[in-house]
């Protein structure tokens, strides 16, 4: 096998230039999985995926500059390292109390409807034919909370948010720490009708209790 003291100056170039390539490409791909969801019950395959690709990348490396297999080695363990978070926060949250929180054109529907101030693990799912924006409040007023059903709130009282979901998908994520105060809160649906409201004056909005 040839190596890199073989080989010519343009060799040399398709050699570093292949290199990086694939390093790059690993690279994307644990970040994408790192800073993704997984899906219920997909972390550990998420990070097998990060892995895979990662390990295959330090070989591939490896095989370009054989005599230097602590390139391979920072390539592939390196990228191993960083996809290692993949598994902690569901490993942490394995005991977390599990909310789902259905929506449809509508309505919401958030089980349990009391919630222990702890790790949850909240599961958002779209039922409805357009897109939601599921947000949570926390009414430290009956002034708020009839905003809220009306759907004149203001996004200031908003405690948390998500990114919009479209029909028929699903989000999962782990929340702690901002639900510490006991009391009444609620998740609404943060998108506007055509007249200005939010939908929460539609139905979308559920209330729940915080223990």
Known sequence: M????HLGFLGRLAQAIAALTVAGVTGFIS????FSDPPPGGAAQQFATAFVAIFVGGLFIGFLYPERWWIAGLTAWGGFLLSAPLLVVPLQFRNAQRVRVVITDGKIVASP??????????????????THEIGIFHPASDSLLHQLRQGTFNLDHLDVSWR???PG?????YIWEFLDVAGQYAFVCLLET???LHHSAQGEMAEFTVK
């Open 169 to 173: 998908e699903s989000d999962v994520t």
């Open 194 to 196: 055509e007249s200005g």
């Open 2 to 5: 040839k190596t890199t003291r």
């Open 31 to 34: 970040l994408v999985l790192l």
């Open 164 to 166: 919009p979901i479209s």
């Open 113 to 130: 409807s009391t919630i222990m101030s702890d790790k949850l693990r909240l599961e958002l799912r779209n039922n409805g034919t357009i």
